[in-house]
């Protein structure tokens, strides 16, 4: 019986890799739910309601995450989830007036790390999980403050301030 369990994932995979391409054996064999149509993949929801029905199906209501201190990294089966959580979190409650997120002071992180409770079982209080989860923000916020400031050079901000604040980005918030 396991032979041929064995025998029908090696087809899987040599009908998956071979027919469709590396790209939809990535979303078989890490996201099962991912659906595909005769154009390719379609994405799911990357945070936000699905992460919250899964939390609420998981014991304890959140899932859990664990973290290596070497690489201040998550390792566990949800580590794509809390990363888009992160990206998600950052993007939309994030404060891109500071330079670089460094200068970001602590009273502005607190906040953003709080909203990671609602649906991850993590340690706030544990020194490994704070810069694990830091390293996590920075690269968000890295991220999205160049979308924004490519945007902004886009528009012409650049040249003309008064044009940057009529028309702000699309993503950000007024107290954003």
């Known amino acids: 019986m396991y032979n041929l369990y064995y025998f029908l994932f090696l087809l899987l995979l040599y009908f998956t890799f071979f027919v469709k391409g590396f790209y939809h054996l990535h979303i ?3 996201d099962p739910s991912a659906t595909t149509s005769g154009s390719g993949a379609v994405r799911g929801p990357t945070y936000d309601k699905k992460t919250i029905l899964i939390a609420k199906s998981a014991t304890g209501g959140k899932l859990p995450v664990t973290f290596d201190a070497t690489c201040r990294q998550p ?4 580590v794509e989830r809390f990363n888009n959580e992160i990206g998600y979190i950052v993007c939309h409650h994030g404060i891109f007036h500071h330079k670089e997120w460094r200068l970001v002071p602590e009273d502005e992180r607190a906040p953003l790390r ?3 409770l609602e649906n991850f079982d993590i340690n706030l209080r ?3 999980t704070l810069k694990c989860i830091d390293e996590q923000m920075r690269k968000a916020w890295k991220g999205h403050k160049y979308k924004l400031h490519t945007y902004f050079k886009d528009i012409g901000g650049e040249d003309d301030m008064n044009m940057a604040r009529r028309t702000p980005h699309p993503d950000l918030k007024k107290e954003q």
């Open 28 to 30: 078989i064999l890490v």
């Open 75 to 78: 390792i566990c089966v949800n």
């Open 114 to 116: 709080q909203y990671l």
């Open 126 to 128: 544990n020194e490994t």
